[in-house]
């Protein structure tokens, strides 16, 4: 089971970038599936997420109107599309899989609700 999270990188104030969180070993087919983040010295937080059942997505005031999550499953993959980006978007990106709720309606939007990680990816925006 591994969930590999890509697409990071460096970008100015207004850009954007498209995460990915690519599954091997197992399927993300009607999981819940959430991207968070954490920049130094902060807590791990900021969610979007989509639902295992229906699609459905969730997002923190902090990021919602610029972010998209949805997912490919013919893929095996999770995206985040980031638009609008901001200085204080500077993180490390991390993708998870509540393996709890396949097939449930919603999705978590607490870190300790998502029971694996994959490794992150670093996003820099700079002026």
């Known amino acids: 089971v591994q969930l590999q999270a890509f697409g990071g990188g460096l970008v100015q104030p207004g850009g954007s970038l498209r995460l990915s969180c690519a599954a091997s070993g197992f399927s993300l087919d009607y999981y819940a599936i959430g991207w968070f983040r954490q920049a130094p010295g902060k807590d791990r937080g900021g969610h979007s997420c989509?639902?295992?059942?229906?699609?459905?997505?969730y997002y923190a005031d902090s990021v919602k109107g610029r972010f998209t999550i949805s997912r490919d499953n013919a893929k095996n993959t999770v995206y985040l599309q980031m638009n609008s980006l901001k200085l204080e978007d500077t993180a490390v990106y991390y993708c998870a899989i509540d393996r709890t709720r396949r097939y449930g309606s919603g999705c978590p939007t607490a870190p300790y609700e998502y029971d694996y990680w994959g490794q992150g990816t670093l996003v820099t925006v700079f002026s």
């Open positions: 989509i639902s295992g059942s229906d699609g459905s997505t």
